[in-house]
């Protein structure tokens, strides 16, 4: 593999030097390491980098503007690859990066993951080749929100489409229910919604919905 | 009580203390006379134009005069008492005119303190005032008697104070002595004096005992409190990220490397070791083919009986020599061989203990991880409470209905006392409901953000119960919010957050 020339940002001196003398171990050059955002982005801007990777949390705020800021670097150069690397499993963070521009040449890694050397360098890689790489522990987590279409529910929008599978009207479940038809309305679409159907064709919809409801 | 402190008084006396006193007396005087003409004018002026309606506003900003009064007193009072004199005013609640008003005509300290200013103009200030002008001329006026006795009085006669006349050098220069005396009696009433007159008006403007004052006092200091709780737990969260979790991640780089290195040493030796074995094994075959080739010449030899003893025995020799040589060789490789084994042995060890340090600094890695977390969620500060919320019930082993949807951002002691409600909340639903599955509902509407956490578990959840709940509970008043649950035995359990606030950011 070429050699990747690599910006790196990251606050912790420690931890900074740590990863550049993992990166010059694989034959890669750090162009310039940085320890803010501000660094960040006229580091960019000066070396044109293969790579960037840079910590979520960093000065001045210490919240997320390293986050922050690869989003903008993606939006002033698309395509520029990010490896985000981060302390936080929490999914937030995981999915505002990826939804960045077409969501390739981006990655969100543990810190965790840099103790393992190689699989750090083989994701780097994989970024800067047009990958998306997200780290197991955040994918497991993101998996748990959607291992099933109909947790997203609340309980009264199953009820609803309960009755609808039962093959029952608006109005009819409104009686059952002993609330308002727009309401029930209000509930289906916002079930329809959440089970991600497109609002193309409306009874096919309902159908898909149910069929999804009983499979589960 | 008084009179027997009079003396521990005078004697912690110091004699700056003798001008302050004198000029906070004055000062008093003045603002006193002062005072009472402003109030004389305003009632006359308010009073005549009551008529048409002008002058009820001046009445009514009479009730107010206490509050410069008071003011200037305070300031005063720094002359003669270094212990702090606090206003009890309340800051309004909106900036205008009127709602200061609102807000000084509603509270009691207002009208002490237009006590104060009444008790000052009609009986303080001439006390004051008599007290600065006896205690300066009286002492003045004995010390110079033998002045003013050689001078105006031509040696004869000088009535002194104009009180009683004194007729010789004697009587002159004993009225000088007593004005010795009168001075620093003088003084030292002065100073004593002032002291009761800023203990006079400090028990006037400062009530001992005002529970309003003191409810407000406590209800501050909560806040503060948990403000400065929340601001540690942040501390800590920041000091553990930013200290001990990088530390601890450069030392599982530096573990990770070096176990690269070791299992790179490792299968090097192996490596070498696995070609030195097939080179010794080589050696050994031509030493062995060698050894009997000699051994067969030697054969030969001896059958060849008519060759030279020299001969032979110089063969012998060679063959002596020979033997113990490759003995030897081989020996030595074997050794060789051993050493390399041990060598390769110890470095495998060496490399799994090496692994077995980087698993488990990646294991200490994921346990201070979840404990920050726990500690203070980056996501609540980075993303506010929907994001976080959202958190929380992916992480709740129990399937949880999530609709709570708000994009508000909130002041960071509300939206941790949110956060920590619902944490707490799902933890008890996960551990003690027993229920199949939980819903976070709530929203923001009409200046109140409310969470409602339910279950379809066997209930019987309290706030007592030693859960945690109570001191969340607090939390939540704290930010002038309520928390109320639901939980007969049987169930369901529902737990409702409501704080009323705004948005902020």
Same mark, same amino acid.
């Given at each position: 593999m070429p050699a990747l020339r690599v910006v790196l940002a990251e606050d912790s001196v420690l931890l900074r030097d740590g990863l550049a003398g993992l990166l010059a171990r694989f034959g890669h050059e750090v162009v310039a390491a940085v320890g803010d955002s501000d660094g960040l982005?006229?580091?960019?801007?000066?070396?044109?980098?293969?790579?960037?990777?840079?910590?979520?949390r960093m000065p001045p705020g210490f919240k997320d503007e390293g986050l922050r800021t690869a989003l903008e670097l993606r939006r002033r150069r698309p395509g520029l690859p990010v490896l985000v690397l981060s302390q936080y499993v929490e999914t937030r963070y995981a999915t505002e990066l990826l939804n960045a521009g077409d969501g390739t040449h981006l990655g969100y890694l543990l810190k965790d993951r840099i103790g393992h050397v190689t699989e750090f360098v083989d994701a780097l890689k994989r970024v800067v080749d047009g990958g998306t790489v997200v780290d197991p522990e955040v994918v497991r987590q993101m998996l748990r929100r959607h291992r099933d279409p109909l947790a997203a529910l609340t309980a009264r929008e199953r009820e609803v489409l309960a009755l609808v599978a039962e093959g029952r009207s608006n109005l009819?479940?409104?009686?059952?229910?002993?609330?308002?038809?727009?309401?029930?309305a209000k509930h289906i679409r916002n079930i329809l919604q959440k089970l991600g159907l497109s609002p193309a064709e409306e009874t096919h919809r309902r159908v898909l919905a149910v069929l999804t409801y009983l499979r589960s | 009580m008084v009179v027997l402190a009079i003396p521990f008084t005078v004697a912690a006396m110091h004699t700056a203390d003798v001008p302050k006193a004198g000029v906070y007396l004055l000062a008093n005087a003045v603002a006193g006379l002062l005072t009472l003409v402003v109030s004389v004018l305003l009632f006359a002026v308010g009073g005549v134009l009551a008529v048409v309606v002008v002058g009820l506003p001046l009445l009514a900003g009479l009730a107010l005069i206490g509050l410069p009064v008071a003011a200037v007193e305070r300031r005063l009072q720094r002359l003669v008492d270094a212990r702090p004199l606090p206003h009890r005013h309340r800051v309004p609640p909106e900036p205008g005119l009127a709602s200061w008003l609102r807000t000084r005509y509603t509270e009691a300290g207002t009208w002490r303190e237009l006590g104060f200013a009444g008790l000052l103009m009609t009986v303080l200030w001439p006390v004051d005032l008599l007290a600065v002008v006896l205690g300066v001329t009286v002492p003045l006026a004995l010390l110079a008697t033998p002045v003013l006795f050689g001078t105006l009085g031509d040696a004869e006669q000088v009535n002194v104070l104009k009180a009683y006349p004194v007729t010789s050098w004697p009587q002159a220069w004993?009225?000088?002595?007593?004005?010795?005396l009168a001075a620093v009696a003088c003084a030292v009433g002065l100073v004593l004096l002032a002291r009761l007159r800023a203990a006079s008006a400090r028990a006037v403007l400062l009530p001992r005992h005002d529970l309003g004052a003191t409810v407000v006092e406590l209800t501050r200091s909560r806040v503060r409190l948990v403000d400065a709780f929340e601001a540690e737990r942040s501390r800590i969260e920041r000091d553990l990220h930013d200290g001990a979790q990088q530390r601890l991640v450069a030392l599982t780089v530096i573990l990770g490397l070096a176990r690269l290195d070791a299992e790179a040493r490792l299968n090097a030796e192996e490596r070498q070791d696995a070609e030195s074995r097939a080179d010794a094994e080589v050696r050994r075959d031509a030493e062995s083919r060698a050894g009997a080739e000699a051994w067969g010449d030697a054969e030969v030899r001896r059958d060849a009986e008519s060759r030279a003893d020299a001969e032979v025995r110089g063969d012998a020799e060679v063959r002596r020599d020979a033997e113990p040589r490759a003995? *030897?060789?081989?020996? !030595?490789?074997?050794?060789?061989r051993r050493e390399a084994d041990v060598r390769v042995d110890a470095d495998r060890m060496l490399a799994e203990q090496l692994a077995r340090a980087h698993d488990e600094a990646g294991r200490v890695l994921v346990e201070l991880r979840e404990l920050i977390r726990g500690i203070h969620p980056a996501v609540l500060t980075d993303f506010g409470l929907g994001a976080?919320?959202?958190?929380?019930?992916?992480?709740?082993?129990?399937?949880?209905?999530?609709?709570?949807?708000?994009?508000?951002?909130?002041?960071?002691?509300?939206e941790s006392a949110a956060y920590f409600v619902v944490a707490e909340a799902l933890a008890n639903l996960a551990k003690h409901s027993g229920a199949a599955r939980g819903a976070i509902a709530g929203g923001y509407t009409a200046g109140t953000l409310t969470v409602e956490v339910g279950d379809d578990g066997c209930g019987? *959840?309290?706030?007592? !119960?030693?859960?945690?709940?109570l001191g969340l509970a607090d939390r939540v008043s704290v930010v002038g919010g309520r928390l109320s649950l639901s939980s007969p035995p049987g169930g369901p359990t529902r737990l409702i957050v409501e704080i009323p606030c705004r948005p902020c950011g």
């Open positions: 982005r006229a580091a960019v801007a000066a070396h044109q980098p293969d790579v960037v990777v840079t910590d979520v009819a479940i409104a009686t059952e229910l002993t609330v308002a038809e727009a309401s029930v | 004993l009225s000088a002595g007593a004005g010795v003995e *030897a060789e081989a020996w !030595g490789d074997a050794e060789a976080a919320v959202a958190d929380l019930a992916d992480r709740c082993p129990v399937p949880i209905d999530e609709d709570f949807d708000v994009p508000h951002r909130f002041s960071a002691a509300i019987g *959840a309290d706030l007592d !119960g030693g859960t945690g709940l």
